[in-house]
């Protein structure tokens, strides 16, 4: 059997936001979320898709959007290229996911709280060597915890994730290496087998059960992450990389700018824009 990768967000959202797919996102939260305790028993998916009555909001795709029982939403995003801005991004979501609660006129006792939920194919936080991080308000000094901590962050860095498949104990863990390493299996691991979820993850993740059109739009979307991978590293071993840095740490435009100029010929204006920050419209006019 092949199974295709949960990483990119086509397989992402199949696997985890499908009709069928509750029980599996609801194993998948409780394991990530609630460390491996069972405390969520039913959820709503719903459309990720975040649009805001006012025009100064940018709208927001999300992969994966849960409501539990109790009114809590769970925003799932799985992001595979590291890109500018991508944690300013993640916290935006987050804090845009908790202001839509709220209809005109009604009262802030109606907001719920909203964990934003990331996973990564990259590293965010060299600084530890956790492969979960749990992100709440807290005060500096004392590190107490906000009254009301209604905005959490959590982020799941898949290459601090090392374990084999012997030596894996609990939920959270097999559902890592499930994203992890879903593509290289040829069978259903007997850790795994053993569970519903997973029969049922590897099952919706089988190339076999795939249409012929889902394969060529998965196969696009693969393909896509390649080539961006490939300008990236190729950016890399130019050098290029190291001025880039240099420039975002200066704060200087017109080093950023040269930056952009050097990248004309091998990125397209979106990725020179994530890559330099420099708006979009900015990048044309240099073209």
């Known amino acids: 059997m092949k199974f295709i990768s949960p990483k990119t967000d086509f397989a992402f959202k199949k696997i985890f936001a499908s009709q069928e797919s509750k029980p599996i996102l609801i194993s998948f939260l409780n394991a990530l979320v609630y460390h491996n305790q069972p405390l969520i028993q039913d959820l709503e ?19 994966v959007k849960a409501k539990l029982r109790d009114g809590s939403l769970v925003i799932i995003e799985m992001q595979v ?56 308000f807290r005060e500096k000094s004392t590190n107490i915890s906000y009254v009301e901590n209604y905005l959490q962050l959590l982020f799941v860095e898949l290459p601090k ?37 997973f029969q049922q993850a590897f099952g919706i993740a089988s190339q076999a059960n795939l249409t012929r059109k889902e394969l060529e739009e998965l196969g696009k979307r693969e393909m896509f992450i390649h080539d961006q991978q490939g300008l990236i590293l190729f950016a890399e071993k130019q050098g290029i990389e190291k001025g880039m840095k240099q420039g975002r740490e200066e704060g200087e435009k017109e080093k950023a700018q040269t930056i952009a100029r050097q990248l004309l010929p091998l990125l397209d204006d979106e990725t020179i824009s994530q890559t330099t920050g420099i708006p979009v419209e900015e990048i044309r006019k240099l073209r």
């Open 45 to 63: 998916i719903i459309d990720p898709y975040q649009s805001s009555p006012l025009p100064i909001l940018k709208d927001s795709f999300l992969d």
């Open 81 to 136: 290229l590291q890109v500018e801005s991508f944690a300013r991004r993640v916290l935006y979501n987050a804090a845009k996911a908790y202001s839509l609660q709220l209809g005109k006129g009604e009262g802030y006792r109606y907001l719920k709280p909203v964990i934003a939920l990331t996973i990564t194919d990259f590293i965010m936080f060299p600084e530890n060597n956790q492969v979960i991080n749990h992100f709440e």
């Open 161 to 197: 994730f090392e374990k084999q498949l012997e030596e894996l104990e609990d939920l959270d863990e097999l559902w890592m290496y499930f994203l992890k390493n879903a593509p290289s299996l040829d069978t259903v691991p007997d850790k795994m087998a053993q569970l519903p979820e």
